[in-house]
């Protein structure tokens, strides 16, 4: 009787295969980058992107499910990194510490990757030129802003209705995508635009402070404000 055994990858060959996938996630990126800037986005088709980068249309879609994605290439790390961070705080953690963490690691990815290689300068221009780029924008916007959102909740059940968890992250993240592409149209280098992005965060972060006091977490009257005590409570 023969008994077969069948090899594991070990860790150095699944290293060495996902270096290799993203080696090739970036040169799909890189070739999108010249592309899109020389040849203009509606003029440039994934095929184009895929020869660019010497890959097959197959491994581009491997990838990435459409040419628009390309422009967010890292957003789901970015989420992910956001949720990891609520999640992984410590039980006495304060909203604002919290967040500012996770403010942290996505600012952090975003200057690591989309500010040098002129991926964030270049979806900046087109999502206000571009419709197909805009609404891939926006949809991946809402996504994320959900996604930290609920995470927020869970984290914070005591002191965070649905709607203030999703006006805090709301206001942090478009604050500091607002911020971005302010400082990309001015053309400023990767390092002012992070500033300004780490600028924006502290402004809504202040504001989100005030949240960790006891006070704030009354629950909101139906209306959307604070509901107040009445009068025969007051005694």
Known sequence: MFVVHYARPVSGEVGRRERKKQLTRQALVN??????TEQGYDQTSVADI???ADVSKRTFFLHFAT?????LADGSTRINLAVR???GRRPDAPM????????????????????????AALRAR??????????????????????IAAALRRAYPDTLDEITAAGVVGALT?????AAVASLQLGEPPERTRAAMQHAAGIALHYIESLDTPDSAA?????GAKATPRADDRH
């Open 219 to 223: 629950p909101r009257a139906s209306g």
């Open 126 to 147: 087109l999502v206000v030129t571009t419709p197909a780029v805009q609404a891939r924008v926006l949809h991946t916007m809402f996504t994320a802003q959900t996604r």
């Open 96 to 119: 604002r510490e919290v967040l500012a963490e996770a403010t942290k690691s996505m600012i952090a990815n975003t200057a690591g990757g989309d500010l040098p290689n002129g991926l």
């Open 31 to 36: 070739a999108a980058v010249r592309l899109f």
């Open 67 to 71: 040419k628009e994605d390309v422009l």
């Open 50 to 52: 895929a020869e660019a």
């Open 174 to 178: 478009g604050a500091i995508s607002a």
């Open 85 to 87: 961070a609520i999640e």
